[in-house]
């Protein structure tokens, strides 16, 4: 069996092959991408149903390739006559074959890893994805400089969202105005949580004594839950928040309620950092 | 008779006469009394007056000096120190100990390989089954969106224990039971080149798993398998559980990868050239490699935390200087090889498996090798993929992700392989093959999957979810453990002299296989849709999702309880006579008499051929089992 010549009963597995993902790819592809997780309700999850949309279609015509061949070959090649089978013939790898086969990964991972790569250039979706404290700016936002600067605080078991450019108010819902680019800075005052809004397509673990960035732009008014996605301890499954992208009108509003109900607490906390080192503990007496 | 072969005669003493000193019980006995000493005299007098011992309300270093002399109580009593002690006093050397006839050397040390491997399979049997009830009792748990069963703590500690347990056990389930029974037959050698360590490699592991299991009594461990720190600084006394445990199977691992490496370089029988060499002792060689280098990592990263725990370090408490990435590297650099010290084992044995039952050789031997030695090489190179959204190295994030996906490469030479060898075969669908051919369908969902969590963009949606949680019980589950029983269907008749029952047997594969993809499958979407790992709490429309997979789980179960069925079935009441070589395979394990001769072989075979050779005319037996002087000195004896 040389490559170039493959045998009838392979011909006719691989042109069965052919015709099911020449159907199956495209269908994939308009019908089951649009669909995908985590939605379009932002630019970064977006870019990743995209790209969840370009894997699953690079998997299917393997998936279909595995099970077509298998399906031939386990029942042509079934040893149905009675008593124990004789041996079948002694055939050896084939150079050609396995260079093809070596040839067609190859390209296909090369591919993907390019297109990952590309896929987080921001100029195209941006990522979502945390980016550690000082991300390259290759990789932020053109308009990460007029950015909303939101910070996400993790402990034990509960977010709180500080808003630096709003006189530091802290709350427990997460609003965000639509249409606007977002720049989370994600930390923790105890132990590692990941600060996981799957709407927005955006994770970022909350690393104590770090500061974690990442980037969406929120473009679809809905509410949704955030929550929590890196092991925290007891009530790591109860540790969520309610996210609302809203008007920015709405924002505005809902942010001078925040801040006159929470001035007086505003005052004692710690001025904004990027990172927080809680105050010792004192046992008590 | 000459001099070695008297040494090594198997003595037959009656069964009271071998239940002296130096067994299984005598070793929990001095566990139990090294337990005591360590934590009430030693640990008690050390912590005396020690501030950080007191402002908590819990102490550390006694109890953790209570393991760890117990566990050393455990192994003195089990005869770990006889030899040394003996050799010390000026003995002779031996190669071997209490290897008799009789049940009880399968609770003693015993430097029989062979017992080796059939203690390792009960062994690895009774965790899974422990472990597979703590999987039973978390997916309980997940029929409702909020707790109902089992408190928060009660829960996040069993998905601990879950975890912990099946990484620890796995991680031997194929090297442990038929490494050690058949690595040494199929190179044609007497014995491991190491017997005592290969003895101390098994019984570290009831040590770890019952230590492991303290942690239920010690107000369990809420990090995990993983054990992120400082997670795991802050948490409870049975933390010191997990870190000890771990450690040990740590050590068990890298003596295990040790002991191989250096059985099948200078142990091979004469003609045993590397071309030779089953596939299945490729992958063995491979995963040795792996265990070697990666396993050393889990232990230095267990004891830094035990040192952050007991003796006041900061190496991972971020607010003193330490930092958790360093914990998340360390752990990692040993956890990703990790999971392929779990996957090439698999592959080997249904290479094995496909090329017999095919009745065909193994279509490209070089490219199966080239595909096993790249994966365990590639793997050290991946270990970031686990902090794609950590914050660490963000920059980095390409490279690692492309040395993911190029696993994929020498991954798919195993899958060429399995296809090219199935290609014109004489294929016979005994239970054996069952299991193998659905290694690779499961597996390459799990590969698949795979794509998604090694490819940045889409692996901050995947990344701790169930989706993750779904990929790898596709790849250790649907790969390593449906592996493990087409190996054990396949090699039990020779272990045990007994066939398993056929039918059992595929009514067990048919439940398992159905009901693994119908518990899993749908936790992919289940991830999609915005549930993390390890929660007790889910979002209330996920319900009906959840609720299908504990069903298809408790079938599972169902499955197991066939199995378990089937052994004492097949053993004690059909007792079918397995006849010499029931699978006419050409494998060299099979020309040897069951049970097989404490001994292997009467005289050091030859080897003449690979054990593929089916269908090729006039090709050779594998071996010459009773060569020559002048045949052994040509094959270079």
């Given at each position: 069996m040389s490559a170039l010549r493959p045998s009838p009963e392979m011909r006719r597995v691989l042109l069965v092959w052919l015709v099911l993902s020449v159907i199956a790819t495209p269908l994939v592809v308009i019908l089951l991408g649009p669909q995908?997780?985590?939605?379009?309700?932002s630019d970064a999850a977006h870019g990743q149903q995209q790209d969840n949309t370009v894997m699953t279609a690079i998997v299917t015509p393997i998936i279909i390739l595995l099970i077509v061949y298998f399906a031939y070959v386990l029942s042509a090649f079934?040893?149905?006559?009675?008593g124990e089978p004789e041996d079948g013939p002694p055939m050896r790898g084939d150079v050609s074959v396995m260079a093809l086969w070596i040839g067609v990964t190859l390209t296909i991972v090369i591919f993907l890893a390019a297109w990952g790569a590309y896929e987080l250039f921001p100029g195209e979706?941006?990522?979502?994805?945390g980016q550690g404290p000082t991300p390259l700016a290759i990789a932020t936002p053109a308009d990460a400089s007029t950015a909303l600067p939101v910070q996400v605080i993790g402990q034990q078991w509960a977010w709180t969202f500080r808003y630096?450019?709003?006189?530091g108010v802290e709350t427990t819902e997460l609003v965000l105005p639509v249409n606007r680019q977002i720049r989370f800075t994600v930390t923790s005052i105890d132990v590692i949580h990941s600060f996981w809004a799957l709407k927005l397509g955006v994770k970022a673990d909350a690393v104590p004594n770090t500061s974690n960035v990442a980037f969406a732009k929120p473009v679809k008014l809905e509410a949704s839950t955030v929550r929590c996605?890196?092991?925290?301890?007891?009530?790591h499954g109860h540790m969520y928040a309610p996210l609302y992208v809203v008007t920015p009108a709405r924002f505005l509003a809902w942010m001078a309620e925040q801040r006159s109900r929470w001035s007086p607490a505003t005052r004692y906390l710690?001025?904004?950092?990027?990172k927080y080192a809680p105050e010792p503990t004192y046992r008590a007496e | 008779m000459n001099a070695i072969a008297a040494d090594i005669r198997p003595a037959r003493r009656p069964w009271w006469g071998q239940l002296?000193?130096?067994?299984m019980f005598t070793g929990i006995l001095l566990g139990i009394g090294g337990y005591f000493l360590g934590a009430l005299v030693i640990g008690a007098t050390l912590s005396k007056g020690i501030n950080s011992q007191i402002a908590t309300d819990q102490n550390d270093m006694e109890f953790v000096l209570g393991i760890l002399f117990g566990v050393a109580g455990f192994l003195i009593g089990m005869g770990f120190l006889n030899y040394p002690l003996a050799r010390l006093r000026g003995a002779e050397p031996s190669?071997?100990?209490?290897?008799?006839?009789?049940?009880?050397r399968y609770f003693t040390l015993c430097t029989d390989h062979k017992v080796v491997g059939i203690q390792y399979l009960w062994g690895v049997l009774f965790f899974f089954l422990v472990a597979g009830i703590n999987a039973m009792l978390i997916r309980t748990e997940l029929?409702?969106?909020?707790?109902?069963?089992?408190?928060a703590d009660r829960y996040i500690s069993l998905v601990g224990l879950h975890g912990t347990m099946m990484m620890m056990m796995t991680s031997s389930m194929i090297l442990g039971p038929f490494g050690n029974y058949f690595v040494p037959i199929m190179i044609g050698s007497?014995?491991?080149?190491f017997p005592r360590l290969e003895a101390l490699s098994f019984w570290l592991l009831p040590a770890a798993e019952v230590v492991l299991l303290a942690s239920v009594g010690a107000?369990?461990?809420?990090?995990?398998?993983?054990?992120?720190a400082d997670l795991s600084v802050q948490a409870k006394l049975g933390m010191d559980c997990y870190l000890i445990s771990f450690a040990l199977i740590g050590m068990s691992m890298a003596l295990v990868g040790f002991n191989m490496l250096a059985t099948v370089y200078t142990m091979?029988?004469?003609?045993?050239t590397w071309g030779r060499l089953p596939i299945f002792v490729w992958a063995v060689l491979a995963t040795a490699i792996l265990q070697l280098l990666a396993a050393p990592l889990l232990i230095a990263a267990m004891a830094l935390v035990l040192m952050d725990r007991i003796?006041?370090?900061?190496?991972?408490m971020p607010f003193s200087g330490g930092s958790p990435y360093l914990y998340e590297n360390l752990f990692w650099f040993f956890g990703h090889p990790e999971v392929y010290i779990l996957a090439l084992p698999g592959f080997g044995v249904v290479l094995e498996l496909i090329s017999v039952f095919a009745r065909k050789?193994?279509?490209g031997y070089k490219l199966s090798v080239a595909g096993l030695m790249g994966v365990s090489l590639l793997s050290?190179?991946?270990?970031q993929h686990h902090l794609f959204?950590?914050?660490?190295?963000?920059?980095l994030r390409p490279f690692y992700m492309l040395t993911t996906e190029l696993i994929s490469i020498p991954t798919a030479f195993v899958f060429l392989n399995a296809m090219g060898t199935l290609w014109k075969g004489k294929i016979t669908y005994t239970v054996p093959m069952l299991f193998a051919l659905a290694l690779f369908f499961n597996f390459f969902i799990g590969g698949a999957s795979g794509i998604f969590n090694s490819d940045v963009p889409s692996d901050v949606t995947t990344h701790g979810s169930f989706f993750v949680m779904a990929h790898f019980h596709y790849t250790i589950m649907g790969g390593l453990v449906f592996a493990f029983f087409g190996g054990l269907f396949y090699w039990f008749p020779k272990m045990f002299g007994v066939r398993l029952n056929e039918k059992l047997g595929k009514l067990q594969f048919w439940l398992f296989f159905i009901f693994f993809n119908s518990t899993f499958f749908p936790l992919f979407a289940v991830g999609m849709l915005g549930q993390p790992r390890r929660v007790s709490a889910y979002d209330p429309s996920l319900q009906t999702l959840n609720d299908w997979v504990t069903a298809s789980a408790y079938m599972i179960g169902v499955s197991f309880v066939v199995f378990v069925v089937n052994v004492i079935y097949s053993c004690f009441?059909?007792?079918k006579p397995a006849l010499g070589n029931p699978w006419r395979?050409?494998?060299?394990?099979?020309?040897?008499?069951?049970?097989?001769?404490?001994?292997?072989?009467e005289r050091v075979p030859v080897i003449t051929a690979t054990?593929?050779?089916?269908?090729?005319?006039d090709a050779p037996a594998v071996?010459?089992?009773?060569?020559t002087h002048e045949q052994v000195v040509a094959a270079g004896g």
């Amino acid at each position: 069996m040389s490559a170039l010549r493959p045998s009838p009963e392979m011909r006719r597995v691989l042109l069965v092959w052919l015709v099911l993902s020449v159907i199956a790819t495209p269908l994939v592809v308009i019908l089951l991408g649009p669909q995908l997780p985590p939605g379009a309700a932002s630019d970064a999850a977006h870019g990743q149903q995209q790209d969840n949309t370009v894997m699953t279609a690079i998997v299917t015509p393997i998936i279909i390739l595995l099970i077509v061949y298998f399906a031939y070959v386990l029942s042509a090649f079934k040893h149905r006559a009675e008593g124990e089978p004789e041996d079948g013939p002694p055939m050896r790898g084939d150079v050609s074959v396995m260079a093809l086969w070596i040839g067609v990964t190859l390209t296909i991972v090369i591919f993907l890893a390019a297109w990952g790569a590309y896929e987080l250039f921001p100029g195209e979706t941006g990522a979502g994805g945390g980016q550690g404290p000082t991300p390259l700016a290759i990789a932020t936002p053109a308009d990460a400089s007029t950015a909303l600067p939101v910070q996400v605080i993790g402990q034990q078991w509960a977010w709180t969202f500080r808003y630096p450019t709003y006189g530091g108010v802290e709350t427990t819902e997460l609003v965000l105005p639509v249409n606007r680019q977002i720049r989370f800075t994600v930390t923790s005052i105890d132990v590692i949580h990941s600060f996981w809004a799957l709407k927005l397509g955006v994770k970022a673990d909350a690393v104590p004594n770090t500061s974690n960035v990442a980037f969406a732009k929120p473009v679809k008014l809905e509410a949704s839950t955030v929550r929590c996605a890196e092991l925290c301890g007891l009530w790591h499954g109860h540790m969520y928040a309610p996210l609302y992208v809203v008007t920015p009108a709405r924002f505005l509003a809902w942010m001078a309620e925040q801040r006159s109900r929470w001035s007086p607490a505003t005052r004692y906390l710690p001025p904004y950092a990027t990172k927080y080192a809680p105050e010792p503990t004192y046992r008590a007496e | 008779m000459n001099a070695i072969a008297a040494d090594i005669r198997p003595a037959r003493r009656p069964w009271w006469g071998q239940l002296g000193p130096f067994n299984m019980f005598t070793g929990i006995l001095l566990g139990i009394g090294g337990y005591f000493l360590g934590a009430l005299v030693i640990g008690a007098t050390l912590s005396k007056g020690i501030n950080s011992q007191i402002a908590t309300d819990q102490n550390d270093m006694e109890f953790v000096l209570g393991i760890l002399f117990g566990v050393a109580g455990f192994l003195i009593g089990m005869g770990f120190l006889n030899y040394p002690l003996a050799r010390l006093r000026g003995a002779e050397p031996s190669l071997r100990e209490k290897e008799e006839h009789g049940i009880w050397r399968y609770f003693t040390l015993c430097t029989d390989h062979k017992v080796v491997g059939i203690q390792y399979l009960w062994g690895v049997l009774f965790f899974f089954l422990v472990a597979g009830i703590n999987a039973m009792l978390i997916r309980t748990e997940l029929l409702y969106p909020t707790e109902h069963f089992w408190s928060a703590d009660r829960y996040i500690s069993l998905v601990g224990l879950h975890g912990t347990m099946m990484m620890m056990m796995t991680s031997s389930m194929i090297l442990g039971p038929f490494g050690n029974y058949f690595v040494p037959i199929m190179i044609g050698s007497r014995r491991m080149a190491f017997p005592r360590l290969e003895a101390l490699s098994f019984w570290l592991l009831p040590a770890a798993e019952v230590v492991l299991l303290a942690s239920v009594g010690a107000q369990g461990f809420p990090s995990g398998w993983t054990g992120y720190a400082d997670l795991s600084v802050q948490a409870k006394l049975g933390m010191d559980c997990y870190l000890i445990s771990f450690a040990l199977i740590g050590m068990s691992m890298a003596l295990v990868g040790f002991n191989m490496l250096a059985t099948v370089y200078t142990m091979r029988a004469p003609g045993m050239t590397w071309g030779r060499l089953p596939i299945f002792v490729w992958a063995v060689l491979a995963t040795a490699i792996l265990q070697l280098l990666a396993a050393p990592l889990l232990i230095a990263a267990m004891a830094l935390v035990l040192m952050d725990r007991i003796v006041g370090t900061t190496f991972f408490m971020p607010f003193s200087g330490g930092s958790p990435y360093l914990y998340e590297n360390l752990f990692w650099f040993f956890g990703h090889p990790e999971v392929y010290i779990l996957a090439l084992p698999g592959f080997g044995v249904v290479l094995e498996l496909i090329s017999v039952f095919a009745r065909k050789p193994i279509w490209g031997y070089k490219l199966s090798v080239a595909g096993l030695m790249g994966v365990s090489l590639l793997s050290f190179f991946v270990w970031q993929h686990h902090l794609f959204v950590s914050g660490i190295n963000a920059d980095l994030r390409p490279f690692y992700m492309l040395t993911t996906e190029l696993i994929s490469i020498p991954t798919a030479f195993v899958f060429l392989n399995a296809m090219g060898t199935l290609w014109k075969g004489k294929i016979t669908y005994t239970v054996p093959m069952l299991f193998a051919l659905a290694l690779f369908f499961n597996f390459f969902i799990g590969g698949a999957s795979g794509i998604f969590n090694s490819d940045v963009p889409s692996d901050v949606t995947t990344h701790g979810s169930f989706f993750v949680m779904a990929h790898f019980h596709y790849t250790i589950m649907g790969g390593l453990v449906f592996a493990f029983f087409g190996g054990l269907f396949y090699w039990f008749p020779k272990m045990f002299g007994v066939r398993l029952n056929e039918k059992l047997g595929k009514l067990q594969f048919w439940l398992f296989f159905i009901f693994f993809n119908s518990t899993f499958f749908p936790l992919f979407a289940v991830g999609m849709l915005g549930q993390p790992r390890r929660v007790s709490a889910y979002d209330p429309s996920l319900q009906t999702l959840n609720d299908w997979v504990t069903a298809s789980a408790y079938m599972i179960g169902v499955s197991f309880v066939v199995f378990v069925v089937n052994v004492i079935y097949s053993c004690f009441f059909e007792r079918k006579p397995a006849l010499g070589n029931p699978w006419r395979s050409r494998s060299i394990e099979w020309q040897l008499p069951t049970p097989v001769p404490v001994n292997n072989f009467e005289r050091v075979p030859v080897i003449t051929a690979t054990p593929y050779e089916y269908g090729v005319r006039d090709a050779p037996a594998v071996a010459n089992m009773n060569p020559t002087h002048e045949q052994v000195v040509a094959a270079g004896g």
